[in-house]
């Protein structure tokens, strides 16, 4: 009988299902891993932005990450959003008390949609406990700037900003340019085995939501599959501008509609 590997992600739960924990499961899905869930917090959102967010308890993140680790051949985990800083200490130690071979970080502290959806003492907490925990860890512009307290307003600060955050533990960094404008998105990737631009075309669509946990979620898939660190990177990039251009003239509400994690394949 074949035992099953599985991906976990410990995130909060989208109510509008394009990010967060629903996202991670669709990618982890349309990869052709098994995902499980450990639910950090509640959130009523939609296309338009939240509205409201409901923390669980530490207590409950440890009692659901308990019950998965210690039955689950669990070969990943995805961190997102946590949503306090009690629930980062959590998870800090549960990863040193029950450790899993890799362990993917998105430091999540805004939505795309500008709402910050973490307090301010958890970044302090995301950075001292869990960047050293980190096997990838993968912020956008605006975390990165307030994990290292730099300023990134161009490509050579986002790879200066990678660095710090090496320093700071972190296995491999990946810092996302999604956020600049311009004709193409660009990624920077500082590892062990140096430093690697992943380019990609700008897609023109409104359906962004959920691209980071989209793109983290890929990457722990990958690793659960056995790829390596620097290949799972380049192929969840890959997946993530496929998951974007196939949700190009999709209208899922009145705001930012999620990318499209079946990605060859359309909803009805």
Same mark, same amino acid.
């Given at each position: 009988m074949t035992r099953v590997r599985v991906m976990l992600t410990i995130?909060?739960?989208?109510?509008?299902?394009? @990010?967060?924990?629903?996202?991670d499961l669709k990618t982890a899905a349309a990869l052709g891993v098994y995902g499980a869930s450990v639910i950090t917090a509640?959130?009523?959102?939609?296309?338009?932005?939240?509205?409201?967010? +409901?923390?669980?308890? =530490?207590? +409950?993140?440890?009692?659901?990450?308990?019950a998965v680790v210690t039955d689950l051949d669990v070969r990943?985990? #995805?961190?997102?959003?946590? $949503?306090?800083?009690?629930?980062?200490? &959590?998870?800090?130690?549960?990863?040193?008390? &029950?450790? *899993?071979?890799?362990?993917?970080?998105?430091?999540? &502290? *805004?939505?795309?949609? $500008?709402?910050?959806?973490? %307090?301010?003492?958890? *970044?302090? =907490?995301?950075?001292?406990?869990?960047? %050293?925990?980190a096997t990838v860890v993968t912020p956008n512009i605006a975390e990165a700037q307030e994990l290292t307290g730099l300023k990134i307003p161009?490509?050579?600060? &986002?790879? =200066? =900003?990678?660095?710090?955050?090496?320093?700071?533990? @972190?296995?491999?960094?990946? *810092? #996302?340019?999604?956020?600049f404008v311009g004709a193409t998105s660009n990624?920077?990737?500082?590892?062990?085995?140096?430093?690697?631009?992943?380019?990609?075309?700008?897609?023109?669509?409104?359906?962004?939501?959920?691209?980071?946990?989209?793109l983290s979620s890929a990457i722990a898939a990958?690793?659960?599959? $056995?790829?390596e660190v620097p290949e799972a990177i380049t192929a969840a990039k890959d997946y993530l501008t496929r998951a974007l251009i196939s949700a190009k003239g999709l209208s899922y509400g009145s705001g930012h509609g999620p990318v499209n994690h079946l990605v060859d394949r359309t909803y009805s």
């Open positions: 995130a909060g739960s989208d109510s509008s299902g394009g @990010a967060g924990i629903q996202a509640l959130t009523a959102q939609n296309t338009c932005g939240v509205t409201g967010i +409901f923390p669980v308890s =530490a207590e +409950f993140v440890a009692q659901q990450y308990e990943a985990v #995805k961190i997102g959003m946590l $949503g306090t800083a009690e629930v980062v200490h &959590m998870v800090a130690d549960l990863l040193a008390r &029950m450790p *899993v071979p890799a362990v993917v970080l998105d430091p999540v &502290m *805004v939505a795309t949609s $500008g709402d910050r959806l973490v %307090p301010l003492d958890a *970044v302090s =907490a995301i950075r001292d406990l869990l960047l %050293p925990l161009d490509e050579a600060a &986002m790879e =200066a =900003a990678a660095r710090a955050l090496r320093t700071l533990g @972190a296995g491999t960094v990946v *810092v #996302k340019g999604g956020h990624d920077v990737v500082v590892g062990p085995h140096g430093t690697e631009w992943l380019r990609a075309p700008r897609i023109d669509t409104i359906n962004t939501h959920g691209t980071g946990c989209t990958q690793l659960v599959l $056995g790829v």
